[in-house]
């Protein structure tokens, strides 16, 4: 196997899934590492310990598998020479509790499930050390039973603390001390007994600063006449510590002298984790342990791909016994690809001890290797093309593929020339076949469709179609070959009966119409006259259009060298080239003989102003004499 097979497969996608009904870390470590097996003997054992837990599971309404945890980090912990906290004791002692619950529980089913059953005489029972570390440790503490020492030294511990609440007290109701104390309650900062007294009086009150608050407005004083008595107390505590450490040490030595079994435990607990995780998964899908065998031969009944839900079209397919390779035709998205796809996922579920959805008669096929040529694995960095990658792919394949192989190739040769295509994917058909590999190919090729049905060990199937609705029927006819629907399409959208008619032909027999079109269906070129372009000279006052603005000006000077016309256009003059420019009327046209084409390049003011002089406008001459004034002053 290789990953690429796993990812196309979906393969730990399926495993995530089992892994959900487990109800440890260890279960589902064991679940992370499963692999196919590709040992007959391996995979029958496996099967048959899922079946057996599903007889489990639908006969027994409960099984004892709860609180159930991974201790292999506590176990690794002893053996580095650490000593466990009370919690990590209780740890243990809860797993060895579970160990012996499903010991007893599976040592009453000889008959109902015997393998299950045996696995229960390699689980010891470690009651006594459970009991052991229930009685010492209570409530996530070493318990005051544990020992005489340790019973002792706390009842110290009580009386010497009493003896300092007694004292705060009258401390705290003390009329003399009532200034200073900031709030009337015992505080313990750092297992010390302490008041809180405010900061200004501080040193009012004979003791020691313990803490001071955040706001710094309260001091937490030990007051000196407990100080002796505090001191007693760290030494007791200091005591305590030391006895919980030795009853601790203890029990860990206690379980560290049996890890060695306890590590057997946990494998044991792991594999049954794993295997009702198994039955689980196969109560869920209504599975079941299909035959065995090792030759190739697979026959599918009823089977559902175990990733998909909803409305499933169920899969029947058979390979391996009239013939050793099978070729999928039909149409695009007529689900060719999940036939492959369940094909994979269902031999790689039971070489992994997977119960599957299907009916009595099922049988797989135990292979060396499943390889899949599926999707498209173009590579940008390679520079691989779609055709380059898949060829690479079908190479490596065809280097470690044996004769118990199973090959899923989907769309064989394609992201080629069809001729070429069709050709190399023949050629590698041929080669794989030689080779005693077990093959089922997808294919648009007609070509390779041809081949498969002279050949007395290839066999075609189709994916069915309704040809009335346009829709794929997801269902496959083995023994007959399909096609990809395309006249039936074409029919639909009414191309023409015709055009139809020749299709088929060309399909059947490719004898192609090369009859030439007839003269009169050709239409005949017209010879275009083109009349050159009639230049004119523009002359001043013609009025014209400019293009470029989409309005209008007069010529105020002919066109130069470079054919630039100077117009007047909104009191200002602009040079336009003749080609941006259109005559909308001549001069000649437009004004009478005599007129003076000067006056149509000065404003109305400026000509009202001139025609005011020459009457001799008291207002213009006055304009004017300001004017000169104005000038000869700058």
Not at 225 to 241: D, Q, V
Not at 547 to 559: R, S
């Amino acid at each position: 196997m290789n990953m690429m097979t796993f990812d196309k497969l979906q393969y730990n996608e399926l495993k995530e899934i089992v892994k959900s009904h487990c109800v440890s870390g260890l279960g589902r470590e064991l679940i992370d590492k499963l692999q196919p097996s590709t040992n007959l003997k391996v995979v029958h054992n496996r099967l048959n310990e899922t079946t057996e837990a599903r007889k489990l599971l639908d006969a027994e309404s409960h099984l004892p598998l709860k609180g159930i945890s991974n201790i292999n980090h506590l176990m690794e912990k002893l053996e580095k020479g650490m000593i466990l906290s009370p919690t990590e004791l209780i740890a243990i002692s809860d797993f060895l509790r579970g160990c012996r619950i499903i010991k007893k529980f599976m040592m009453g089913k000889e008959f109902f499930a015997p393998v299950l059953h045996s696995f229960a005489y390699s689980m010891m029972d470690f009651q006594s050390i459970e009991e052991e570390i229930n009685y010492s440790i209570k409530g996530s503490r070493v318990d005051s039973e544990a020992s005489k020492e340790l019973k002792r030294i706390r009842n110290h511990i009580a009386k010497a603390e009493e003896k300092i609440e007694e004292l705060l007290n009258k401390f705290l109701k003390s009329s003399a001390n009532k200034e200073y104390i900031q709030e009337f309650f015992i505080s313990k900062k750092d297992d010390r007994f302490t008041v809180p007294i405010k900061a200004s009086y501080k040193n009012q009150v004979a003791g020691t600063i313990v803490e001071i608050s955040s706001k710094g407005s309260t001091v937490f004083i030990e007051p000196a006449a407990i100080s002796k008595l505090n001191a007693g107390l760290g030494i007791l505590k200091a005591e305590e510590a030391i006895e919980e450490y030795q009853i601790l040490a203890t029990l860990s030595g206690s379980i560290l002298e049996h890890i060695r079994q306890i590590y057997i435990n946990i494998e044991l607990i792991a594999q049954y984790d794993m295997i009702f995780a198994k039955a689980k998964f196969s109560k869920s899908l209504d599975g079941m342990e299909p035959k065995l065998n090792n030759h190739g031969f697979i026959k599918l009944r009823n089977c559902k791909h175990p990733l998909l839900t909803g409305n499933i079209v169920p899969l029947d397919f058979e390979i391996g016994k009239d013939y050793r390779s099978l070729i999928i035709t039909g149409p695009n998205a007529g689900g060719k690809t999940v036939v492959l796809k369940t094909i994979g996922i269902l031999t790689l579920a039971v070489m992994s001890g997977f119960h599957i959805a299907a009916n009595e008669g099922t049988e797989i096929a135990v292979f060396d290797h499943i390889f899949v040529d599926i999707g498209d694995n173009q590579s940008i960095e390679n520079s691989l093309s779609t055709f380059s990658s898949h060829m690479k792919n079908i190479s490596e394949i065809m280097s470690a593929s044996t004769n118990n192989t199973l090959l899923l190739f989907d769309e064989i040769g394609s992201g080629t020339e069809p001729n070429e295509g069709a050709a190399l994917a023949i050629a590698i058909l041929e080669e794989f076949y030689q080779m005693g590999c077990m093959t089922v190919a997808t294919t648009h090729y007609g070509e390779i469709k041809r081949y498969s049905e002279i050949h007395s060990d290839f066999m075609n199937a189709a994916m069915l179609f309704d040809s009335e609705v346009l829709a794929p029927m997801y269902k496959l006819l083995i023994g007959k070959s399909g096609d990809s629907n395309a006249l039936w399409i074409s029919k639909k959208m009414n191309l023409r009966e015709k055009v139809l008619q020749k299709a088929q032909h060309y399909i059947d027999n490719k004898n192609y119409d090369l009859d030439r079109v007839k003269a009169s269906k050709v239409k005949k070129p017209i010879q275009l006259i083109i009349q050159e372009e009639v230049t004119y000279d523009f002359e001043i006052g013609d009025r014209v259009k400019l293009l470029d603005q989409d309005d209008f000006g007069i010529v105020y000077e002919k066109k130069d060298s470079l054919n630039n016309v100077f117009v007047f256009y909104q009191n200002e003059v602009i040079k336009v080239n003749i080609k941006r420019i259109k005559l909308e009327g001549k001069a000649t046209d437009l004004y009478p003989d005599e007129y003076d084409l000067k006056t149509l390049f000065v404003s109305f003011s400026e000509r009202k102003f001139q025609h005011d002089i020459e009457r001799g406008s008291k207002k213009a001459l006055k304009k004017v004499s300001k004017e000169i004034k104005k000038g000869l002053i700058e």
